[in-house]
């Protein structure tokens, strides 16, 4: 890890000096899963359900959309396992 991130770190920092982080995405609403694709995002007979991006949540920073998936994706199976 000591070896990646400050690769990490670099690729961040000329990602900000070249303008282009953090990256704004915008909030989507639901997409069917069709021909493999739900909207832009690859699908494997699985809906979007929504995007939202980090500004609607209320944040003025940039974060990890894995995280946000991950957090999603464990909310959700707790509601299905327990309700």
Do not use: H, W
């Not at 890890?1 to 990602?15: G, H, Q, S, W, Y």
């Not at 909030?27 to 699985?46: F, H, M, P, T």
């Amino acid at each position: 890890m000591n070896r990646v991130m400050p690769l990490k770190i670099a690729e961040t920092d000329a990602c900000r000096a070249a303008g282009m982080c953090p990256y704004q995405m915008a909030s989507e609403g639901s997409q069917s899963c069709v021909d493999g694709y739900a909207g832009e995002y690859e699908c494997n007979n699985i809906d979007q359900v929504s995007i939202v991006s980090l500004s609607d949540l209320g944040s003025a920073k940039d974060g990890s959309f894995i995280f946000i998936l991950f957090f999603f994706l464990n909310f959700f199976l707790f509601l299905l396992i327990f309700f």
